[in-house]
Structure formats: structure tokens, C-alpha cells
């Protein structure tokens, strides 16, 4: 195998990598935001709406999603894969127990986001007669937003590493190609280039992240 080859390798399993990480995080946000926001806003204690009963539901769903290590929970959420996708294997397929291993972590992130608002704001804008939405959508998501971008920011980064190892049961990308050629083939070049890889994807999507959360910080 030469070097293009190896390049031609490298270069479709970042493609897939990055397809996988997208979408994922999109989902995993999309399942987690409503969820994160459920449970602050109906936490008993400093909630805007408590509900004791509704907010212990909601904490022990994320608990236990959470506490599933990502190569069982995906094997798990196989017929749940091969259902939406119709198969269990390959790049798409891995995108469904991504988006929901991902999802609880992004409620959580969320949720501490939200709680480190200053109570003060909120009671402003009650007393200024603001309606519950009126204060998630006004108050708490702007105020937070800087902690919000640093929370997806450590999500993708999360991503990253369960699409890696995603690989090892064929979950596509660079984690399949660093297992298949790199371990499997005994191509340490090939292995190498794909932890490289990773690592620039991590340092850059995390130089990205912090320089939004930085300007929206001078922004408020």
C-alpha cells in the first residue's frame, strides 16, 4: 500500500469521522436541550416551576443512560439502529447510539448551566411579569450561552472518542480504520495517522469552541 492509498484512506475515514460527529452532536442536542431545560426549571428546590415527582423521573432517565458504558449501550440499541437504519453497521448506523449516548451528558451540561445563572436575574425578570417560557427563552438560554458553547464543545470532543470506538464493532470512521489496518493489518503508519488525526480534531474543534464562549463572554 502506498502512500496515496494510505492518504485515500485516511482522508475517507476523517470524512465519515466528521458525518458521524455532526449529526450525533445535532441529535444529541436536539434530545438533550428540552431535557436539560426540563430539569432545571422543575428542580424542587430552586426551579421555576418545581415538580418534585417529574424531576426525579427525568434525573434517574439521564442516571441510567449515563451510567451505560458506550460499547454495551450500543450493541443494546442494535435493533433500535437497524429499525431507523436498517442496518447495524457502518457510519450511519452508528449515529443512533451516538445522538442517545451523547444525549443525557448534554442534559446534564444544561442543567449546570442553567443553575449557574444568578437567581437575582430571574426574579427581575418575574417581577417584570415574563411568563415561564418567557424566562427560558429570554433569561436563562441567553444568559448561559456562554457555558452552553463550552459544554457542546466538550460533547463533540466526547463524540469523537465514542465514534473511535464505535470502530471496533464497525461503527466506520477512524476508529474502524486505526482497528481494521492499523491493529488487525499490523500497519502502525496507518494507526498512527488516525490517532494524529483525532488529536488535531479534538485541539481544533476545542480552539473553535473556546473563541465563541470568549466572544460571546465580552458580548454581554
Known sequence: MNWEQIFTLVGNATLETLIMVFF???????????LGILICVTDPVAGIMPKPVLNQVLNRIVDVLRSFPFLILMIILFPLSRLIIG??????????????????????IIETALKEI???????????????????????????LPSLVDGITLTIINVI??????????????????????????????????????LILVGLIQMIGTKISQNLMKKR
Open 87 to 108: 442496518t447495524t453497521i457502518g457510519t450511519t448506523a452508528t449515529i443512533v447510539p451516538l445522538s442517545i449516548a451523547a444525549a443525557p451528558f448534554v442534559a446534564r
Open 161 to 198: 472518542g465514542y465514534s473511535a470506538m464505535a470502530g471496533t464493532i464497525g461503527g466506520g470512521g477512524l476508529g474502524d480504520l486505526a482497528i481494521r489496518y492499523g491493529y488487525q493489518r499490523f500497519r502502525i503508519d496507518i494507526l498512527i495517522f488516525a490517532v494524529i488525526v483525532i
Open 24 to 34: 450525533s452532536t445535532l441529535f444529541s442536542v436536539i434530545l438533550g436541550l428540552p
Open 118 to 144: 444568578d437567581p437575582g436575574v430571574i426574579q427581575a425578570a418575574r417581577a417584570m411579569g415574563s411568563t415561564n417560557m418567557q424566562i427560558i427563552l429570554k433569561v436563562l438560554i441567553p444568559e448561559a
